[in-house]
Every structure is written in structure tokens, then in C-alpha cells.
């Protein structure tokens, strides 16, 4: 055995250690249960390259079965599908039975729908997913679920600068989305008009936003010192003509602002001052009646806010859209906007969606040795002393048939190895398999 490949006890039982926590990191929850009875849901989806090289043959399990009946194979992690029902076990796996859920013969899942990720392709290039070779951020579509390159997607904003990204193909897809994008919780990535497609232009339209903001605040503060002088006035007037004299009107003024440099107009009239001080009343402390609510919710809802959208300016050119939080509260939810998204296959659209998840493994903390020193307190005293007496047994052999090579200098090789235990199943077998020899 060349020098290389050759380690000590100690960097043996370390590199051990190693891959532990590593597993406990990869597969913090239980993995027993396969989720194919229950149905259609939105999880983490697994492809098996082994099991599934034909592309006609497109096909995806649960975490569970990817580590239970798959965890040998090549895999490749697709991250959250949703609508999805657990392929492991059905026709699409003619050659592999699920251990978790055997499913009956010819059972197949006839409402899932699938993509180049299940055969390990992403993105518009299509490239094969390598996660060794990647070096790529890739960035999942909000609508298609399907992932790409940021090389591929053209310029980008900072990660924590949004929160869901749309593809350009979806925009594409859904043109209701377009209308939407210059709202200040999207960012806008154009390509070159008449060019490719990728995006070399960002478009921050909260920015816009902002300035338009500014503008017509400084504009209504100017017109809000206006008002307040010429209100201010008259209120004085009428205050102190209420408690100097016993009238039975009130005098009411209405300001009129032009942009004309002649004299404002003040126009007056009366009415009973019973009625003017009922009526201040109901405006400032009043509550509105549950008839009122309902017309004002009915007439929100009655209110397309797709048709209320800007014209697209950009209709020449592909867009990528980036959303942040809040951005699906802008959707309309119109009878007519709510039968568009059920035709486009986007009834999700309005409401973040949720992903079932495995229970969590309470006992992936611990290390194999800590695993079994538990299996074996929950054993009977018997079958304990039993399992004691075999592995202390079993620690004098291996100790006993390393000494020499220790003393010699030799390095234990892997021939050495499986003589040893070769020569120890053949004792055991001509003595009857006793359970408790080793």
C-alpha cells in the first residue's frame, strides 16, 4: 500500500467523527416515512440519476425515500416542488421498491408534472447540474420553480436586496405580472432592446418611487401653509363671535386655491348650527355603519386593480422580475383576475405556500457510540450482558491481532483486515453461531 493511502487509529476514528457530524448536518430529520399517502403537496423533491437515465423517463421521491431506498445512488437535489405525490415504489421505478411504502403494481401518479430538473438539467442553458463543479449562484423562479444561473439571468441585485425572483419566461408566460412591475416592490431586469435576452439593465423602481414621493410632498406642503393661514383666521373669527353673542346660525367658509394670482375666493353661507355641530360630530368621532363597510369591502373587491396598472413601457424588451417582501398583496383578487390565474395555472400566486417537511430526528445529535450505548440500555439485562460480554470480546481479539503489527512496524492492510474476520465467521460457524462469541 502506497505511503499515501495509508492513517493512524487516530486519524481514523477523527475522520469518522467527521462524517458523523457531516450526516447530521445533511440529514437533520427522520427519514421512515415515505409521503406518497399524502397526496399532492408542496416538498422537497429528489432525482435519481441511477435509477432513471432514459429522458423519457422523468421522475422524482421525498427526502425520506432518497435516503432510505435511494441513498446509494446518484442523486440530485431539487429543493421544493410543489403539487407534487412521491414517485418511489410506482412505474416510474419498474426496477425499485420503495422500503418505506410498498405501492401496488401498475400504481402510477398521473397529476405530477415534471421538468429537465428531474433528469439534472437547470436553467436556459440546460447545462448538468454538478454541485462540485458549480460555481455559479443559481436563483429559483417564484413561478416555474425551475433554477438559474445568475450568469444566465444577466445583472442582479444584491441577495438581501429582494426576496423572490421571476424568470423572464414567466413574465413572458403571464403578461397580468408585467403590469404589475413598476410598483416600488419590484426591481425591473431589462435586456437590450431588439438584443439577446439576458438582463443589462436594473430598473429599481422603489428608487422612482421615492423621488416621485418627495416631490409631491414638498409640493403639498406648500399648499398645506396656504391653507392653514387663511383656516386659522376664520376659525378665530367664528370662535369669537360664538361667545360673545347668542346666534342660532354659524357662519361656514369654503377656501378656494387657484394657481390664478387674483384674490382667493371666500364664499359663505348658512345653515341651522344644531346641524353644523351634528355633522363636525359624525365626521370626526362618528363610526361607520356595518352597511357602509360591506359596500366600501364590496366595492374594493368589485375593483380590478390589474386594469388600474401602468401601461407597459417596456414591451419590446424581456424582463426578469425581483420582488420583495409583500409584493403578492398588490395581486388583485377580482372574480375576473381570480379566473385568469386558475386558466394559467397560477392559483398560488397569492399566498406564500407550505412545505411539508419530515419530523425532526431528536436523535441525530448523537454520535454512533452514544447511539448504541442507548440501544443497549433499553435492552433486558440478559441480552445486555449478553452484548457486553461479546463486545468486550470482541475489543480483546482486535487488540490481540494488532500488537504484533505494532510492535513490527507493519502497516495493517486491507487483506489483513477481511483475513482476520474471515477466519473468525469460519470459528464462529463451527462452533454453532453462539451469540455471544465473537
Known amino acids: 500500500m502506497a505511503e499515501q493511502d495509508t492513517i493512524t487509529v487516530s486519524e481514523y476514528i477523527a475522520e469518522q467523527e467527521r462524517l458523523e457530524k457531516e450526516a447530521r448536518e445533511l440529514f437533520p430529520k427522520k427519514f421512515d416515512i415515505c409521503s406518497n399517502s399524502m397526496g399532492y403537496i408542496r416538498q422537497p423533491v429528489y432525482a435519481c440519476l441511477t435509477c432513471n437515465p432514459n429522458p ?36 416510474k421505478f419498474k426496477n425499485t421498491k420503495c422500503k418505506l411504502d410498498p405501492k401496488p403494481a401498475g400504481s402510477i401518479n398521473e397529476l405530477n408534472q415534471y421538468n429537465q430538473n428531474y433528469l439534472g438539467r437547470f436553467c436556459w442553458c440546460e447545462v448538468q447540474y454538478d454541485p462540485l463543479k458549480e460555481e455559479s449562484t443559481m436563483l429559483q423562479c ?41 410598483n416600488p416592490l419590484f426591481m425591473i431586469g431589462l435586456s437590450e432592446k431588439g438584443g439577446g435576452p439576458k438582463s443589462i439593465t436594473m430598473v429599481d423602481c422603489s428608487k422612482a418611487s421615492k423621488k416621485e414621493e418627495a416631490k409631491d410632498k414638498g409640493t403639498s406642503e406648500r399648499t398645506e401653509d396656504q391653507e ?30 387657484t394657481s390664478d394670482p387674483s384674490p382667493q375666493t371666500v364664499s359663505q353661507g348658512k345653515r341651522s348650527l344644531e346641524t353644523t355641530v351634528q355633522d363636525a360630530a359624525e365626521d370626526g368621532k362618528a363610526e361607520p355603519s ?56 397560477v392559483p398560488f400566486i397569492l399566498g406564500e405556500e407550505a412545505v411539508y417537511e419530515d419530523e425532526d430526528d431528536d436523535e441525530a445529535e448523537t454520535s454512533i457510540l452514544e447511539g448504541g450505548m442507548k440501544k443497549l440500555n433499553e435492552m433486558d439485562r440478559v441480552q445486555m450482558m449478553d452484548g457486553m460480554l461479546a463486545y468486550n470480546k470482541m475489543r480483546d481479539e482486535i487488540r490481540n491481532f494488532l500488537i504484533p503489527f505494532s510492535e513490527q512496524g507493519k502497516v495493517v492492510t486491507e487483506d489483513d483486515i477481511q483475513a482476520f474476520f474471515s477466519a473468525k465467521m469460519e470459528q464462529r460457524a463451527s462452533l454453532g453461531g453462539k451469540p455471544n462469541f465473537f
Open 56 to 91: 423519457s423517463e422523468e421522475a422524482g421521491f421525498c427526502y425520506s425515500c432518497s435516503i432510505s431506498c435511494h441513498g446509494e445512488h446518484n442523486l440530485v437535489e431539487l429543493f421544493t416542488k410543489r403539487s407534487f405525490r412521491c414517485d418511489c415504489g410506482t412505474e
Open 142 to 182: 417564484v413561478i416555474c420553480e425551475d433554477w438559474f444561473h445568475d450568469t444566465c439571468i444577466g445583472i442582479t441585485p444584491h441577495n438581501d436586496d429582494f426576496d423572490d425572483f421571476i424568470c423572464r419566461t414567466c413574465t413572458r408566460a403571464h403578461p397580468f405580472l408585467r403590469g404589475y412591475a413598476q
Open 228 to 257: 392653514v393661514d387663511v383656516v386659522t383666521s376664520e376659525t378665530t373669527t367664528i370662535t369669537t363671535t360664538e361667545t360673545t353673542t347668542e346666534i342660532a346660525t354659524a357662519t361656514t367658509t369654503t377656501v378656494t386655491l
Open 290 to 345: 356595518e352597511s357602509s363597510q360591506n359596500k366600501r369591502l364590496k366595492l374594493e373587491v368589485e375593483t380590478c386593480k390589474r386594469i388600474q396598472q401602468p401601461a407597459d413601457i417596456y414591451p419590446d424588451q424581456e424582463m426578469n422580475l425581483f420582488a420583495t417582501e409583500g409584493w403578492r398583496d398588490l395581486l388583485c383578487q377580482c372574480a375576473e383576475c381570480i379566473a385568469l390565474y386558475t386558466k394559467e395555472n
